[in-house]
C-alpha cells in the first residue's frame, strides 16, 4: 500500500509543478566582472559584460542546453533573432551552451561578425577562458587593423540570477502532501470498513 500512496504523491507533484513550468519559461541574467588582458597582461577588475538567456529544462535532466533556449544575448547581441536585426546587422551564431540548473555552472560559445564597405568585425567568446575580436576600418589599404584578447582568471567574478536551487520549492509539494494524507485516510477507513464488515 505505502508503494501504492508513494507513487500516487509523486505523480501528484509532478502534475502540480509542470502546468507552472509551463505557463512562465525562466529567464537568467548573468554576468561576468574583471578580465585580464593578453596583450599587457594587466588584470581590469571593472570591466564587465551582461548577458541573459530564457528556456526550459524540456527533459528533466537539470541542464538547460543550447536545444531548449529561446533566447540568448550576449555582448550586445541577441542570438536567436534574425540575424540581420537582432544581431544589429551582425551575423550570430552560439555553437554550444550548457547550464546545470542545481550548481549554476554556465558555459557556452559565442560568435559575431558584421561587415560593410568599410568596416569588418568578429568576436569569439569561449566561456572561462577568453573572449577574442579582431577589427578593419578603412575603405582603401592600409586598413586600420585592431586584435585584442581578453582572458578568464581566477579573480573573474560570475553573477547570475534567479540563483541556481538544490530542490524544488516547498510551498510547490505542500499540496502534494496534502493530498498523500487524504489517500492515507482514504486506505484507513478501507481497511476498518473492511474489518467491521
Known amino acids: 500500500m ?12 509532478a502534475c502540480l509543478i509542470a502546468p507552472a513550468q509551463a505557463q512562465t519559461q525562466p529567464t537568467w541574467t548573468f554576468s561576468y566582472t574583471g578580465f585580464q ?73 559565442a560568435q559575431s561578425h558584421y561587415s560593410d564597405i568599410a568596416t569588418l568585425s568578429s568576436t ?3 566561456s572561462g577562458l577568453s573572449i577574442v575580436s579582431h577589427g578593419e576600418t578603412g575603405y582603401w589599404p592600409p586598413f586600420y587593423i585592431s586584435d585584442s584578447m581578453w582572458q578568464w582568471t581566477g579573480q573573474t567574478q560570475f553573477a547570475i540570477s534567479p540563483p541556481p536551487v538544490d530542490e524544488p520549492p516547498m510551498l510547490a509539494l505542500l499540496p502534494a502532501g496534502l493530498l498523500a494524507a487524504a489517500l492515507l485516510r482514504r486506505a484507513a477507513r478501507r481497511r476498518r470498513s473492511g474489518r467491521n464488515s
Open 124 to 126: 569569439r567568446t569561449v
Open 2 to 13: 505505502w508503494k501504492y500512496l508513494l507513487s500516487m504523491l509523486l505523480a501528484a507533484s
Open 37 to 109: 588582458d593578453a596583450d599587457t597582461m594587466q588584470f581590469n577588475p571593472n570591466y564587465r559584460i551582461d548577458g541573459f538567456f530564457s528556456g526550459s529544462d524540456t527533459n528533466g535532466d537539470g541542464w538547460l542546453e543550447r536545444g531548449e533556449l529561446t533566447r540568448f544575448y550576449w555582448n550586445s547581441y541577441s542570438y536567436f533573432e534574425n540575424p540581420y536585426t537582432g544581431c544589429n546587422g551582425a551575423w550570430c551564431r552560439l555553437d554550444d551552451f550548457y547550464y546545470n540548473l542545481h550548481t549554476g555552472q554556465l558555459s557556452f560559445d
